[in-house]
């Protein structure tokens, strides 16, 4: 088994225990809340070939590249800012370009990316700045007309001081049959409809397998952009596994098919809401890393990212 990359949260002593100079990390850090303080998640892949890692100006390992049969692909994780002391707009224009660079150290580009991690600081306070920040990028890369990434953003700080902390997923293919894919939600307006620029779901289908990655989903009403159940934790935690049901299931998965997932809870206290709603649906407290994030609208109690394999060696 190759470990591709990591995500850490915990305290900044407890990220900074975690650290590994070899492997692509996400380095978040919370001072302030307590509970669910360390959680580690590793991505790896059972068969990749020709593995090597991309590394940042700095020298940190930031990326790993590899390939299968099918395609090949690079995973970022933990790239920062070209300049930490740049104001949070700056940071978050930069950010992509970042990522832009990175990825032609494996022979690929921006219309590659299938998938984004963001870890904002202090999101609810300028979440709207940093989508404008997304938006002008996309525009000038033609995203919005070519293909519209899934992606996560999400509230964190980091260990390095950082605005925005940010990862990428990119394949390219080398096999016919071979693509990524579009995938809507059955139960949810599209993200742009409220001018938050990234898809519901990305899939890449290969022969004989495919994955799913369904993006950071949180309690929306119905076809709309406003937030479900406002104040009640178990409702929104029902009304969001719904909405992320409906998209599994809506391409032949189920829950026996995540192979990965991140909760990400507003108050370490909804921590018991989250459990029960696993019990009364017979799934696992495995079933997900948990963790204290802010999710990006100050009403949003709770939010999840999962991803789903069918007949696919891959568990990325």
């Excluded at 991690?117 to 990028?137: P, Q, T």
């Amino acid at each position: 088994m190759t470990e591709l990359a990591q995500f850490i949260w915990g305290r900044p002593e407890e990220t900074r225990a975690r650290l590994r100079t070899d492997l692509p990390q996400f380095r978040l850090a919370n001072e302030s809340r307590t509970g669910l303080a360390c959680v580690v998640q590793t991505f790896s892949a059972e068969s990749a070939r020709g593995v090597r890692r991309i590394v940042d100006a700095s020298g940190r390992a930031v990326g790993t590249v590899w390939e299968d049969d099918s395609a090949d692909y690079c995973l970022l994780a933990g790239v920062n800012p070209s300049d930490l002391s740049a104001s949070r707009g700056d940071q978050a224009a930069s950010i992509f370009a970042q990522i832009e660079t990175l990825l032609s150290q494996a022979g690929m580009s921006f219309a590659d990316v299938v998938r984004t991690w963001l870890y904002i600081d202090r999101v609810c306070e300028w979440y709207g700045e940093f989508n404008a920040a997304r938006s002008a990028f996309f525009e000038s890369r033609n995203v919005f007309n070519t293909f519209l990434p899934a992606s996560t953003g999400i509230g964190s700080a980091n260990i390095d001081g950082a605005a925005i902390v940010a990862g990428a997923l990119a394949m390219r293919p080398r096999a016919g049959g071979v693509r990524a894919e579009l995938v809507d939600s059955p139960l949810q307006a599209p993200a742009m409809a409220y001018k938050s620029s990234f898809s519901r779901a990305a899939e890449i289908v290969r022969p004989g397998g495919r994955v799913l990655f369904v993006s950071g989903t949180a309690s929306i009403k119905p076809n709309s952009h406003e937030v479900a159940y406002v104040g009640d934790i178990g409702r929104q935690i029902d009304c969001t596994m719904t909405a992320v049901k409906a998209i599994l299931e809506s391409r032949g998965y189920g829950w026996g098919n995540v192979t990965r997932a991140i909760v990400y809870l507003k108050e370490p206290s909804f921590l018991g809401a989250w459990r029960v709603w696993l019990a009364d649906h017979g799934l696992p407290t495995s079933f997900a890393a948990e963790t204290v994030c802010d999710v990006c609208r100050d009403e949003w109690l709770f939010e999840i990212e999962c991803d789903a394999a069918i007949g696919c060696e891959h568990s990325f």
